[in-house]
């Protein structure tokens, strides 16, 4: 039967998937939800494996339940990436146990409500999630700057992915109802599919971003020295980069940048929204790349090294970004800039 294995090979992508996250090393705390949703998927596969493809009908008394936990998980990862303060912590995990709550009392006393249960679940956790992400790439406060949107972007994909996971579990429902739940097994096998999606845009994230290990400190305690007007934030960060070279750092990220200024960090992301028309993530990135093009031009230094002196960690963030200034590789700016190796506006528009 085509359909058994595939819940266990994807089941072993995913526990691939999760050591090679959970190895990543780098100086910042590493995201557990991110890490436990992982591993809470490979679990939940090899379970729909046992249920769909050997007939073994315990585990349905389980599944559901760890289906309920997974978009909480989620949930608490983004979670992560945008606050700066754990304090609520014990309240904020009875809040997010509550479905699973919910879902293990209906398996008990109220089977058929289960469905509807999951299926409200992922719509709910993925409308939370898209307001954690309303204010686009500068929500994710905690994110380095070097990988915050693509990091925005795989989250917002799987959001998007769980409203999808909602409406299989719908049509396995309607599939079921209508008599025909010989072909649940096929849809269940979709849905497998699209829990991998989920967990790959998820941890895609987390291995881009990872929260600093002082993130605990609130990020706006401080209060402002001047009116607070646009050019005068954008003046104050200006200096910063170009005397200070914070860019340069790789951790570098919304919440750390506000402390440096001085400056609330919703205001900084306003301030260079507004008057550059761009998030905060691209801005700091132009004077990566500003730089990049004077050492391309200036100097023999491998492309490599040049990368990690500007403060990308990821060639492929770095040639994403390079090629959306410039239009062109690091490679081909190089050999048509040898001997003009300035770049003209480091983050102008």
């Not at 058994?4 to 992508?13: H, N």
């Not at 608490?76 to 309240?91: F, H, I, M, N």
């Not at 401080?222 to 934030?233: K, M, P």
Request: charged fraction near 15%; charge should be neutral.
């Amino acid at each position: 039967m085509p359909f058994v294995p595939l819940p266990f090979v994807v089941a072993l992508l995913l526990f691939i998937l999760l050591w090679m996250v959970a190895r990543r090393e780098d100086e910042g705390a590493p995201n557990l939800p991110f890490l436990v949703l992982i591993l809470l998927a490979a679990l939940q596969s090899v379970l729909t494996g046992l249920r769909w493809g050997y007939g073994i009908s315990t585990v349905g008394y389980i599944a559901p339940v760890s289906a309920a936990i997974m978009p909480s998980l989620l949930y608490a990862g983004v979670s992560k990436l945008v606050r700066t303060s754990d304090r609520l912590w014990p309240a904020s995990l009875a809040l997010h146990a509550t479905p699973a709550a919910i879902v293990f009392v209906l398996v008990i006393f109220w089977r058929n409500a289960v469905d509807v249960a999951l299926i409200s679940i992922d719509f709910i956790y993925a409308a939370a999630i898209l307001w954690l992400l309303r204010s686009g790439a500068d929500g994710l406060r905690l994110a380095p700057f070097d990988g915050a949107v693509p990091a925005y972007r795989a989250i917002l994909f799987a959001a998007v992915t769980l409203c999808l996971s909602g409406m299989v579990d719908l049509l396995v429902s309607f599939e079921v109802a209508s008599g025909h739940g010989d072909r649940a097994a096929t849809v269940i096998g979709i849905a497998n599919l699209f829990i991998l999606v989920i967990v790959g845009a998820a941890a895609a994230a987390a291995s881009q971003s990872h929260v600093p290990l002082n993130a605990a400190e609130p990020a706006e305690t401080f209060s402002l020295v001047d009116t607070g007007e646009d050019a005068d934030t954008l003046r104050r960060v200006d200096d910063l980069m170009q005397e200070k070279k914070l860019y340069r750092d790789a951790t570098l990220n919304l919440n750390r940048l506000a402390r440096r200024a001085g400056i609330p960090a919703r205001q900084i992301s306003a301030a260079i929204n507004r008057i550059k028309a761009r998030n905060v993530s691209q801005y700091v990135n132009e004077h990566r790349i500003a730089e990049a093009c004077r050492l391309l031009g200036e100097t023999g230094q491998p492309v490599t090294e040049i990368m990690l002196a500007v403060g990308f960690q990821t060639k492929s963030n770095f040639n994403r970004e390079f090629r959306r200034v410039t239009d062109m590789t690091p490679l081909a700016w190089r050999e048509r800039n040898t001997q003009s190796p300035s770049l003209a506006s480091p983050a102008g528009g």
